[in-house]
Structure formats: structure tokens, C-alpha cells
């Protein structure tokens, strides 16, 4: 099994999560984003995966992109431990943070938007980072009244999709140095999660490409 990724990547950082929890040894296969203008768009990665992104999952014959669809495949062909609650109202509910987090905020603020921002429309450095800073705080003010009261988890005592979205996507919003006190649950459900080794190992600067 091997993971093309890029060590800052927010979607690769969902599926190290997951491969660790799961117990599933793979090759990590850095793709540097930026360098030399972006080795993704390199004709050899395109012809793993023509939408120019990371991560992207080879197992076996299947050559899979996007975050979500490797996770459902993954939760499909190594269910143990599940990594989705046992009844379909608690799946449905762990599919919905993840896809708030994964299909609104995550894509607002991923480089190829960034950039856009910049060359298409003048954006400053200052106006790049409010910009980001604006979707996420949006976003994840909404995913904090998502989760559950009780429980160190998303969803309660099991971690699931939902935890494995939110992390990193809280990665990136310490990154943009963005206000995150009016999300104190989603704080102590981070808290939780990095103590755990699969999330651990999984944080970007534990990886091999780290700069």
C-alpha cells in the first residue's frame, strides 16, 4: 500500500489517521506541493491522479483520490476497528461533520484557491489570511454545535470519520494563527485525540517530508 501525500496536507493527514488506527502499514510517497511549481502536476503523478491533488491511495490495483472516498474504502475493505458507529443514524451523523469539514471549509482554503485569490484577483498576504481565517472560523463554528455533549470523541467514546476530519483541519487552523475560543469542545476533542499514537504519528511534523 502506498500514500501519496504532502506532509502539510490536511486530507493526506486524514488518511495517515485513519492507516494508523487501522493498523495498515503503507509507503508514504511525499509530493511536494509548491516545489518547482507543484510536483502534483507532474505527468507521472497526473497519471495516478488527473485532478493534480494529494492524497491519493494505491492498494493493490485500486489507485484511489479524495479524502473521503479512501476513508469509505478503507472502513470497507478493513472494517477493524471501525472507524463509523455501529448504527446508520450515528454513521449519517460522523458522515455530516466530515463532509462539513471536508466539502466546505477544507476547500476554500486549499492552495490552488489561495493562489487563485492572488493572481486572478490581487489578494494580499493580509487579505489571503483573513480570507482563510473568515471560512474556517465560519465552518468550524458550525461543526462545534455538530458534536456531542459528552464524550472525549466527535460522536462520543469511538473516534470515527468525524475526528479524523477535524483534526487536522484544526492543524490548519493553528497554522493561520485563527481564533478558535468560541469552539471550546472541538479544543477538548483535539486535546483527546493527539494524546492517541495513531494521531500522533500521523501529525505533519512526525512525517518524513516535514521541512
Known sequence: MKLYGYWRSSAAYRIRIALNIKGLEYENVPVHLLRDGGEQNRPEYLALNPQARVPTLVDGDLTLGQSVAILEYLEEEYPSPPLLPPDPPGRARA??????????????????????????????????????????????????????ARGPCCLGEQVTFADVALIPQLYNARRFRTPLDDCPRLLAIEQHCLKLPAFDRARPENQPDAV
Open 95 to 148: 458522515r455530516q461533520i466530515t463532509l462539513a469539514i471536508a466539502c466546505d471549509i477544507h476547500p476554500l482554503n486549499n492552495v490552488r484557491v489561495l493562489k487563485y485569490l492572488e493572481t486572478q484577483f490581487g489578494a494580499t498576504q493580509e487579505g489571503r489570511d483573513n480570507w482563510y481565517r473568515h471560512w474556517i472560523r465560519d465552518g468550524l463554528a458550525a461543526v462545534e454545535k455538530m458534536v456531542s
